[in-house]
């Protein structure tokens, strides 16, 4: 039998808009502000105005959009409906979105003006996709339509524990992208730990610069519930971003590593004013311990890591501001207090402290299972409501994690094992190497081969020495066995949608390049 949650994001929701009627709880770049009672009114307006397109409570319910102020809207009325919401990513292909939508049963799809014509494709190509809206485009307009509505009291409605919410698209590299169940209590716990366990300024004044189709979403209750303002920026380019933070006077945002980067190797960086920014939120993927060293030597201890994943997002561990110090900076932080943790052998016995293990999560913020795939589901969740992760990490005496690499990313070498982010943070020692990735790739002698891609710093030259002297620096810092065998110096590294670096694409680059040399 289902239990009743008494109150979730939704209600949150609802009632936070009710009590900051008054005040400015949405700003734009371009000026513009919404009120808790504007923000409260619009989402009234478009739940009404999607029940009169047929969708309520358990309608399966996508959206594609840029970040504009009117996607919080839809979010609101998602959380204070209980439709299943999935976001697809603007940089998607179309077959990866023909997918999403198919796979997740979605019934109607919700897509920004620019993506008018991609939607009326993707509704030609998926059967089941019943309508497509468009957020003030020429065909199906949603916010015309809200528009002809008279506002209402925004209530929310009562939700059970395990109800669907949201099935969020990991990003497929070990194949088609599996569909992560968020049930209305993982999400209302996750929201909880940011809220109640995090670094947060006194009313935050939030930056949103990451797609609100990925992480930049997850922020908008706790600044809400903090009687925070959310201001929301189409686009992240470090120009934008300096004058963002000096005008709006921001306090707190979320960046992911690559983020940092462009805005540490940007001109503008020294001249900016940046002294309204409290707290830098990042994560999503792992960062250079030598470029977060720069970050805070430049920018000041501002700097706070989230850890988690899809299946169970972003509160798996945290690292503080006061923990960002030296001989800590390649640590993902502590785990959640609230979640049951555990480092495990391929056996599924716990590991000693110091050794690598994978991490296994457990507690109200993990999800419910791959939607439609009971196998899968099997094989990573479970026994005991555990999440096997597939991060590999290693603990410290005091508590502290340092997560090595993934599991299917373990590069198995002359039959040891080497964890690519252990090389990487080697490589970084350099002081001309600005990025790196680490591979392994198929050898006939070896089975794998460790195989690095770096970046070189600005105004530095590759020498006929570098190589070389990296391995040299691997060898002194980890063994022979961590040396990589081959060394390519890159322009950049490729880059998921979600500003992860991209290693499926970096082992195709050097298989396809071992063809095109056999040919």
């Given at each position: 039998?289902?239990?009743?949650?008494?109150?979730?994001?939704?209600?949150?929701?609802?009632?936070?808009?009710?009590?900051?009627?008054?005040?400015?709880?949405?700003?734009?770049?371009?000026?513009?502000?919404?009120?808790?009672?504007?923000?409260?009114d619009s989402v009234s307006c478009y739940v009404q105005a999607l029940a009169d397109r047929g969708v309520r409570r358990g309608t399966g319910l996508a959206l594609l959009s840029g970040n504009r102020p009117e996607v919080l809207?839809?979010?609101?009325?998602?959380?204070?409906?209980?439709?299943?919401?999935?976001?697809?990513?603007?940089l998607g292909s179309a077959a990866d979105h023909a997918f999403v939508l198919q796979d997740a049963q979605i019934d109607t799809l919700i897509v920004d003006a620019p993506f008018e014509a991609h939607g009326q494709d993707l509704q030609a190509r998926v059967p089941g996709l019943r309508q497509v809206l468009t957020l003030g485009g020429g065909h199906d307009d949603l916010v015309d339509l809200a528009a002809s509505y008279s506002a209402e009291p925004l209530q929310a409605v009562d939700l059970d524990h395990d109800e669907v919410l949201s099935v969020t698209y990991t990003g497929g590299t070990t194949?088609?992208?599996?569909?992560?169940?968020?049930?209305?209590?993982?999400?209302?716990?996750?929201?909880?730990?940011?809220?109640?366990?995090?670094?947060?300024?006194?009313?935050?004044r939030f930056l949103i610069?990451?797609?609100?189709?990925?992480?930049?979403?997850?922020?908008?209750?706790?600044?809400?519930?903090?009687?925070?303002?959310?201001?929301?920026?189409?686009?992240?380019?470090?120009?934008d971003f300096?004058?963002?933070?000096?005008?709006?006077?921001?306090?707190?945002?979320?960046?992911?590593?690559?983020?940092?980067?462009?805005?540490?190797?940007?001109?503008?960086?020294?001249?900016?004013?940046?002294?309204?920014?409290?707290?830098?939120?990042?994560?999503?993927?792992?960062?250079?311990?030598?470029?977060?060293?720069?970050?805070?030597?430049?920018?000041?201890?501002i700097f706070a890591q989230f850890y988690g994943q899809t299946e169970c997002p972003m509160v798996i561990s945290y690292l503080s501001k006061a923990d960002h110090v030296s001989g800590r900076l390649n640590s993902c932080?502590?785990?959640?207090?609230?979640?049951?943790?555990?480092?495990?052998?391929?056996?599924?016995?716990?590991?000693?402290?110091?050794?690598?293990?994978?991490?296994?999560?457990?507690?109200?913020?993990?999800?419910d299972g791959y939607w439609r795939r009971p196998d899968e589901t099997a094989a990573t969740f479970g026994p005991g409501d555990w999440l096997r992760t597939g991060d590999v990490a290693v603990a410290a005496v005091d508590g502290?994690?340092?997560?090595?690499?993934?599991?299917?990313?373990?590069?198995?070498?002359?039959?040891?094992?080497?964890?690519?982010?252990?090389?990487?943070?080697?490589?970084?020692?350099?002081?001309?190497?600005?990025?790196?990735?680490?591979?392994?790739?198929?050898?006939?002698?070896?089975?794998?081969?460790?195989?690095?891609?770096?970046?070189?710093?600005?105004?530095?030259?590759?020498?006929?020495?570098?190589?070389?002297?990296?391995q040299s620096v691997v060898r002194r810092e980890k063994?022979?066995?961590?040396?990589?065998k081959q060394i390519h110096v890159v322009d950049r590294l490729p880059l998921t949608g979600l500003g992860k670096i991209d290693k499926v694409a970096l082992r195709k680059s050097i298989v396809a390049n071992a063809a095109e040399d056999e040919a």
């Open positions: 039998m289902s239990r009743a949650l008494g109150r979730f994001s939704g209600h949150l929701l609802a009632e936070a808009l009710a009590r900051r009627a008054d005040q400015v709880v949405v700003e734009t770049l371009a000026g513009g502000s919404i009120t808790g009672a504007d923000l409260a809207t839809l979010i609101g009325a998602g959380q204070t409906q209980g439709y299943r919401r999935t976001a697809l990513h603007p194949g088609r992208p599996k569909g992560v169940v968020g049930t209305a209590s993982s999400l209302a716990a996750m929201a909880e730990v940011m809220l109640t366990q995090w670094e947060w300024p006194q009313r935050p610069c990451t797609p609100l189709s990925h992480a930049g979403s997850a922020f908008f209750g706790p600044v809400l519930q903090s009687d925070g303002v959310t201001v929301v920026a189409p686009r992240f380019a470090p120009a300096f004058e963002a933070v000096a005008r709006h006077r921001i306090t707190a945002t979320m960046l992911v590593p690559s983020m940092i980067y462009a805005l540490m190797d940007h001109a503008d960086l020294s001249a900016a004013d940046l002294s309204s920014l409290e707290t830098v939120f990042y994560g999503a993927a792992s960062i250079d311990p030598k470029r977060l060293a720069s970050a805070l030597a430049q920018m000041g201890p932080g502590r785990p959640t207090p609230s979640l049951r943790t555990s480092l495990r052998d391929r056996a599924g016995e716990p590991v000693s402290t110091g050794d690598p293990g994978e991490i296994w999560v457990a507690g109200p913020v993990v999800a502290y994690w340092r997560i090595v690499d993934r599991v299917k990313d373990m590069i198995v070498t002359g039959g040891f094992n080497v964890f690519s982010r252990e090389v990487e943070d080697a490589l970084s020692l350099d002081q001309r190497v600005a990025q790196s990735a680490v591979v392994g790739v198929p050898d006939p002698q070896w089975g794998e081969a460790v195989t690095a891609f770096v970046v070189l710093a600005s105004n530095v030259d590759s020498t006929n020495d570098l190589v070389a002297d990296l063994g022979a066995v961590h040396v990589p």
